[in-house]
């Protein structure tokens, strides 16, 4: 491992670890003001679905893309990473219920449905979701106005029709009618890319950049997405191929198209290696500061857990 | 009828027309900044649980206690009032699906997940939860980021775990284990007044009322909330005694106490007659210009609908 990689792991770590400690304490039994009980079940599912141990990418790249600008206000970074991961998590859970992907598993543990009950699971991702926007605009989010009212909006369209809850919609479709390259790629820019897209900008939003160093944070987020989804696509195949002893053809067979489908695996470990340098050529304004960046788009790009 | 009552009337029917024009025209096909694409089925199902032709009491609330401070952006009311019933609505199409309350038709219709299906419902509420702070946030809602804040964190106090979801939560359990007196009144608080309450305060908010005018306005939205639940629980029954054949004993029977059930239906009237009174105490402050709130109490209170 280089010394940059190894930077990234150490941040990577440390970070995840700041935002499930603030999870767990916006989970907590505790009132806050204007709430009048916090029914246990619901409370228990809601932290069974969020405080999961992931890598938290999404708020990584927020607290990173915030820390591109100088120290600010780091804890406003991670409580805004902590509501996007809210965000996530609740696509997640209502992701796997019975009437979606059916899900049972997820991280190794039982899902939200399985260990609690559908209903119960339903409202544990309404909860999430809601969640969501309260923690960006509470006092203890140390923003401006301007600021917070900017990162609700392009976080609920990150999140809606026109984005990751439109992606899930157009998912479903895919199983029934499997479209072509052009449908794979705004299903999956909806579906996946919007969130990681969202991420990226909201740290340059924290760190109120300017509109030129935000839209390089955009494409930036954009690339990473497209990296992200596209080593997903990779992995699940070649996971196939050491448990099935047959190469492709999974994801084409069950109506699933992937651009690794389509345009083989070769194709797919050239593009993520030209996403990856892509990311480095847009990061290249902010200098060396960048480099956790660039390493988080290489590390998106090889990963293969 | 009184011509204050005709009055009301009339703005309860051109209140509930603004704001469904208003919903119309969010819930087109054209993408907003940010969006990549709307997929048309999912679409199709959040008009079908929206655009549904309800009184539009909550928007109305929002629309008419904002109206109590002067003539004010009455438009950005109207867009609070749809973001606040885009959360109504999709607290509506969660409760009807099979997991939860089962309904297979609201209003005289099929409920959403009988007209599509139970994944494109669940997308369509989560879709229309995310949009309600969309709304609040967008630049089309000429307010100061200060009050969106607000109205923000409001909205997702109300409809968050220690509000309306929590609520939800409450009510699945009580069929399983009937709550008493004090059980019945946090839960109903929660499910249904959590919401109207919000409706009252966002009236303030929007119009950056003072604390004790927001605090009245907070006090008399819990007493319509109380009242519209009071009315319900008794409705309920005195439809069933029409149809039935007996008066009391339904709610109780199925586990799902009410208040109507615990204390009668004598109880339940005078009670409603004194809350029409109190909220009347309370806008007294307010002069004349209160006059459709005071009617709009007396109409939660003596509905038969």
Redesign the interface.
């Known amino acids: 491992m280089t010394s940059q990689s190894i930077l990234f792991q150490q941040r990577l770590k440390s970070n995840a670890e700041s935002v499930e400690a603030m999870l767990a304490g916006l989970l907590s039994a505790g ?9 246990e ?3 228990a599912a ?1 932290r069974h679905g969020a405080l999961n141990g992931g890598k938290r990418l999404r708020p990584f790249l927020v607290i990173e893309a915030a820390a591109l600008f100088g120290e600010g206000p780091a804890s406003s970074a991670v409580r805004v990473g902590a509501a996007l991961e809210c965000v996530h998590c ?1 696509s997640l859970v ?1 992701d796997d ?1 019975p ?2 992907d059916d899900d049972d598993l997820r991280r190794g543990q039982p899902t939200v449905h399985v260990a609690y ?4 699971a ?2 544990a ?3 999430l ?3 969501a ?2 923690i ?3 006092p203890e989010t140390v923003l ?3 600021i ?3 990162l ?12 990751m ?2 992606g ?3 998912d ?2 895919a199983e029934k009618n499997a479209p072509g390259e052009a449908g794979i790629v ?1 299903l999956q ?2 579906k996946t890319g ?1 969130l990681i897209r969202f991420a990226c900008e909201a740290g340059a939003i924290v760190a109120d950049a300017d509109a030129e160093a935000r839209g390089l944070l955009r494409r930036y987020g954009e690339t990473v997405g497209l990296a992200f989804q596209l080593a997903d696509d990779l992995l699940d195949l070649t996971a196939d191929a050491q448990t099935m002893g047959k190469a492709t053809g999974k994801d084409m067979a069950r109506g699933k198209g992937t651009l690794v489908a389509l345009k083989g695996q070769d194709w797919a470990e050239r593009r993520l290696n030209e996403l990856a340098a892509e990311a480095e050529t847009l990061l290249a304004p902010f200098g060396e500061r960048a480099g956790i960046l660039v390493e988080t788009a290489r590390f998106v790009a090889n990963r293969r857990s």
């Open positions: 009132l806050q003001a204007g709430e009048i009980a916090r029914p079940r619901l409370l809601v609740y209502h219920l009437a979606m009950d559908e209903a119960t339903i409202l991702g309404d909860t979701l809601t969640l926007f309260d960006i605009a509470a401006t106005d301007r917070k009212t900017e609700v909006l392009a976080l609920a369209r990150a999140a809606g029709i026109g984005g809850a439109g899930q919609a157009l479903l479709a705004t820019a909806m919007a």
